[in-house]
């Protein structure tokens, strides 16, 4: 007889772990046509000028929505469609990128932006006649407070809870499920004083607070490409950034160079973003000159490339590698409302606390992580089985399987389930960070087993040159790249 159980999972076997999950995903991005709101996403022919550059990613790109973006693969392509008020530069330092002047009181509560002038969203069919019209205050507002509805991920929320009012509206939107019950219109410390100036009231003073704004899940896109559900952010994504988008299929998003004529001349005017079915077909690709640059390389790559934080001898004349100063944060987790006993788990995995990595990062176990309470009132998973959520996470897989062959084999094992939360039926999932949220994103489960810091190296090709190495894991610096013939 079939259990419910065994119907409603279906598991991925721990041979699996280290293969790369879902299909291949390509980002191409092709030159753009004037500005005249035609929608043809056919590629202009190329000229002595045309420039392209391959970029290889290690995670897949499904969503397109900033307030979706939990990975660092996706945060790399939105930073090339969307802006935010203001970024990091490579120094570290925060610098306006949308905003244009910032007036703080005195009392470091009130914060006065003006926006750019000029600026222009991308040609839509969310748009009247498919033309982007000009960047307005009220979008930087309606972005912001759309951030604590009901039907987003709370993360970008986090970032914004400091402002006057917003607590406030987020828990009405997230607690009140009727919304003719809701009373609050929106949030009182974001008011719009004119088309281009904002003022922001904090609760407390924050000295981060542009750094916060700099993050990509606080992108802004104009209200209309969510108000028009026939063309989903998630697919179609409007912003300001330097690439628009152009078309969707299964394997490939077309963004184009925006607006190339006012635009300088070494701009770059196609990037195709690809993202292999393993880390293995990513770097063969790579090997075979099909990509110019993956800026964060994945442990299968690591492994074999980075010895003692340098190319390998048998790498150091093909290639060149780059280091930024973060670090993807990965963290594994009991999932201590399983219904299955973790006792015996918990036992079993306690001496990996003296494990050596084999991959250059740092780790970080917490034996209150392995602590767990309650009467051992049912049986291991299947006696032999643990069950993993499901990420797409390459670090997370990683260490899933060398918890695997090093402590599981041969009397007991791990395998995925196709769901990405953990339910009762899990033993163990994980949460992907990065070092610049992980100052500001609560970790809502506390209590990490394993955390594992891996540095973001990336490798590039002789005929790229990278003048610049952002101080954050998810930027790309395109406008300081050059290009020269393979």
Not at 52 to 72: H, K, R, Y
Not at 225 to 250: C, H, M, N, W
């Amino acid at each position: 007889m079939i259990t419910a159980r065994q119907f409603l999972l279906s598991l991925i076997p721990i041979l699996m772990l280290l293969q790369a999950c879902g299909s291949s995903s390509e980002v191409v991005v092709v030159r753009d046509a004037p500005r005249t709101g035609s929608t043809d996403t056919t590629e202009t022919a190329e000229d002595d000028t045309f420039t392209s550059l391959s970029i290889g990613l290690i995670e897949p790109v499904t969503n397109m929505d900033p307030l979706f973006a939990q990975d660092l693969s996706t945060m790399r392509v939105l930073s090339a469609v969307y802006q935010t008020l203001y970024t990091i530069d490579p120094e570290g330092d925060v610098q306006p990128l949308l905003a244009d002047q910032t007036a703080v009181s005195p009392d470091s509560l009130e914060y006065t932006i003006t926006l750019k002038e000029d600026v222009f969203y991308h040609d839509s069919e969310v748009f009247n006649a498919g033309v982007g019209r000009e960047l307005h205050a009220r979008d930087v507002k309606w972005a912001f407070e759309r951030a604590a509805r009901n039907n987003v991920p709370p993360h970008a929320a986090e970032l914004l809870k400091n402002i006057r009012g917003f607590r406030s509206f987020f828990m009405e939107q997230r607690e009140v499920f009727d919304p003719a019950k809701r009373v609050l219109e929106g949030v009182t410390g974001i008011e719009v004083q004119n088309a281009r100036t904002l003022k922001i009231s904090l609760r407390e003073k924050d000295h981060e607070f542009t750094s916060k704004l700099a993050s990509p899940l606080l992108s802004i896109y104009p209200s209309e490409s969510i108000l028009r559900p026939q063309q989903a952010l998630s697919e179609k994504p409007v912003g300001t950034g330097p690439y628009s988008f152009r078309s969707a299929d299964s394997t490939a998003i077309v963004l184009a160079l925006n607006d190339p004529d006012n635009q300088r001349d070494e701009m770059i005017n196609r990037i195709d973003f690809i993202h292999g079915r393993s880390e293995g077909q990513l770097f063969q690709e790579f090997a075979r000159n099909r990509i110019d640059w993956i800026p964060e390389m994945g442990p299968q790559m690591m492994e074999q490339i980075i010895l003692n934080g340098d190319l390998r001898e048998s790498y150091a004349d093909e290639y060149n590698l780059t280091m930024q100063p973060a670090s993807r944060i990965t963290s594994i987790y009991l999932n201590r409302e399983s219904d299955f006993s973790l006792a015996e788990l918990s036992d079993r995995i306690a001496s990996f606390q003296e494990y050596r990595f084999s991959v250059e990062g740092t780790s970080y176990f917490n034996i209150e992580g392995l602590t767990v309470s309650g009467p051992d009132t049912s049986a291991a998973a299947d006696s032999a089985r643990y069950l993993v959520v499901h990420t797409d996470n390459p670090f997370a897989r990683w260490l899933f399987a060398e918890i695997n062959r090093e402590w599981m084999n041969p009397e007991a094992g791990l395998a995925y389930l196709n769901i990405r939360v953990p339910i009762p039926e899990a033993s163990f999932y994980s949460r992907m960070h990065d070092t610049f949220h992980d100052r500001y994103l609560p970790d809502p489960a506390k209590t990490p087993w394993l955390r594992f810091e891996s540095p973001v190296y990336g490798i590039y090709h002789e005929n790229v040159q990278i003048d610049d190495i952002p101080a954050t894991p998810w930027a790309l610096p395109i406008d300081s790249i050059q290009l020269n013939n393979r």
